[in-house]
């Protein structure tokens, strides 16, 4: 008898826990889907309406032009991403991936989403490579390879 409440009680609690887990899974879907589209095309009126009206802002379309322009120059396209985070945050969502380039640059990639309407759009992103971050905090006679 015990050993069938035990398992009864370990079920429930197994599925709730996947219940839990899951109800994340189709925003995370819908915001790499937004990734996606947004690094993979550089047509801004197709990718204006996938940002929140701030970084619209912010990003106006000829900024836009300029900046990924440096990146497609400088790093070429992006050509893998892999997934190594996903935080949630009191009013966002960070999808945080490895992302790597033509030219063989793996940098990191941070994606903060907020969810309008029940709808995602991307609030703002950022690029960076975390081994020269790495480089600059390390202690003064530390190597450097």
Known sequence: MKKKVML???TVLMSFSAMC????GSDLDAETKVVDQFFASRD???IVGLMDPELAKELPADRYKT???EIDKELGKMTQKDL???RLLKDMHVLIYAAKFEKGAVLELDVFFKTVNGKPLMANFSLYDPNAQAQAQAPA???KK
């Not at 887990?21 to 994340?24: K, R, V």
């Open 21 to 24: 887990y899951a109800s994340y």
């Open 8 to 10: 009864f009680l370990m």
């Open 141 to 143: 006679g530390a190597e």
């Open 67 to 69: 900046q990924f322009g």
């Open 84 to 86: 190594l985070g996903y």
């Open 44 to 46: 801004y009126k197709k």
